[in-house]
């Protein structure tokens, strides 16, 4: 199975003691987003968990645990983007970022590593020019470390409404400017650009328009076969297989004004004060009396053996 730590916070940025005790103890409990009362306890066993994947903006914190990892399947998407303080005030400097993505990429291997670029805002500051000439600068010191390259435009969606009320949509001449733009880059560079949640219209500049954390990506990062069980997409036109999410919202640090997962900066810093390490749970303690949901969990790696 596929363990994520990324839909709805930045683990290795701001828990990574927390994940590594999880991984000493073998197991870790997880809210249910919707009813917090319902607590699911997933194994954290390389004989069931065949990969986790990371969605991280500073890997940084996860490098001293980086031997606890060894024995398991990984993908790590790290975004870095060409945006400062006043977007993003909590992510560290691009080239800082950069070189903690070549360690990762180091010790996992280039298949193992993926480079997000989102989402992509245009206003007077981050134009056109500034997003090119700082998409150049990370891919050409990424090449080698990666072969993946996800972009995405802007969603503006109520929560980043109320959080960046300034922001708005990319248009479709932009979208298709950019796009094929870091296409181009991207190519240049040895990777494959893969646009997320964004149809078709860049597949005729040779963009990959079939997903971004699909299947085939992580059987690349693992070097096997994943016979996985059939699910819906997490949303429409989305190809992602996102499942096991062991993450909670309003827990991100980062504090990125277009943020998805951040409802509200206030609640945030809350979360963050209710963190234990120690804690089984990722924010606060388990309850007392608590019924805990034993998730049923196996490997998906596909062991027979074909013939071609």
Known sequence: MIIN????????????KWFANRLDEGDVLVRNPYDRDKISRYR????????IGFCTKNPAPMIPYMDKLKEYGQFWYVTITCYGKDIEPNVPDIDDVIDSFITIADIVGTDSMGWRYDPILINDEYDNERHIEVFHHIASRLTDHTRICVISFIDIYDKVRRNFPEAVAVSMENRELLGSKMTEIARDFGMELRPCHEGNYLEKYGADCSGCMTIPVYERAIGARLDVPKKKPSREGCACYLSCDIGEYDTCGHLCRYCYANNDPVKVKQNMAKHDPDSPLLIGHL???AKIHEVPQKSWIDRQMRFI
């Open 287 to 289: 309850p007392e009396n």
């Open 5 to 16: 730590t990324g839909q709805r916070t930045d683990i290795p940025a701001f828990y990574s």
């Open 44 to 51: 954290l066993d390389p004989s069931v968990v065949d990969l």
